[in-house]
């Protein structure tokens, strides 16, 4: 069966340097990324779209712009409309259009293009009509129960209309009919407890939506991990074991976070370091037949 696939962005962010890269020093991580004045470097909220024949398919909706205005302005959110829609439109899709839509996690710079945007007044639209929603069980399990360290990382409203629209499926296995055996996930407690990986079976290779993971390139280097991370150590752990299984496999990543770097392949340095090679900013009606 022939995929398709398009790097879709939504909105963007601008976040604190030393948050994202959390304990490397910033002589480090500026070499990566260039801080603003307020020590904020810019961040992509990337989709990907995936079109396997009739079915559109839609790993992640970034954080979209149901932020009242102070707190769009807290968190960084650089566009008042809804990017991911107008991005969506432009390759001829409509919200109406997607059939299914993978969420690695429910963190709201991951989840929140579900929803419309803001309105004083107006209570949370849940959007994508016609999409079954794919969440990991742990990371529902989450969102409904958060620790006091990541409760403000989730939306309130979001997890009741998900359960409401009727087309929730809560992912217990590492498969699912809805996507077919050409999609598979891994899972990772590191950031978050149950994030999911969605690997697709390409003819040029495993891919990986890296989630955050592996939120960009400079992410690949193993010591490197977020501020936002709940344990890093075990991250760091799991992050090694994915590095090494792709590398064995010829595997590439995806990047949701990265500004610059939407797809890359895992390789070493000279010196052992993993690192991503054959980088694309984009990826454009990218013909990803799926593997025999």
């Not at 994202?20 to 989709?47: H, V, Y």
């Not at 407690?189 to 994030?195: D, F, Q, S, V």
């Not at 079976?201 to 977020?226: C, E, K, Q, R, Y």
Request: hydrophobic letters at 40%; charged letters at 20%.
């Amino acid at each position: 069966m022939p995929l398709l696939l398009n790097s879709v962005h939504g909105n963007s962010q601008r976040l604190d340097g030393g948050a994202m890269f959390g304990n490397a020093p910033k002589a480090l991580w500026t070499r990566w990324a260039a801080p603003d004045s307020e020590n904020r470097i810019p961040l992509a909220c990337r989709t990907l779209l995936v079109r396997n024949g009739d079915q559109n398919i839609l790993l992640e909706t970034g954080i979209g712009t149901f932020f009242e205005p102070r707190l769009r302005e807290r968190f960084g959110v650089v566009e008042e409309a809804h990017v991911l829609l107008e991005n969506l439109q432009a390759l001829g899709i409509d919200q109406e259009d997607i059939d299914v839509i993978v969420l690695s996690h429910l963190h709201f710079d991951h989840a929140g293009g579900l929803l419309g945007p803001f309105r004083e007044g107006a209570p949370p639209e849940l959007l994508f009509p016609n999409a079954t929603y794919i969440v990991g069980n742990e990371a529902w399990e989450r969102a409904n129960h958060p620790h006091p360290r990541d409760r403000a990382s989730y939306i309130a409203a979001l997890q009741p209309l998900l359960e409401q629209s009727g087309r929730l499926e809560i992912l217990q296995t590492d498969q699912t009919d809805t996507l077919g055996p050409d999609f598979r996930f891994h899972t990772s407690e590191g950031h978050t407890p149950g994030l999911l990986l969605t690997e697709i079976n390409t003819s040029f290779g495993p891919l990986v939506f890296a989630a955050d993971l592996i939120p960009g390139a400079a992410w690949v280097h193993v010591p490197i991990t977020m501020g936002y991370d709940r344990w890093p150590e075990k991250l760091i752990d799991e992050k090694q074991a994915l590095l090494s299984d792709l590398e064995s496999r010829g595997g590439w990543l995806f990047f949701t976070h990265d500004p610059h770097v939407a797809m890359g392949r895992v390789g070493r340095d000279e010196k052992g370091r993993y690192r991503v090679t054959d980088t694309l900013t984009a990826l454009e009606n990218h013909l990803a037949s799926a593997q025999d």
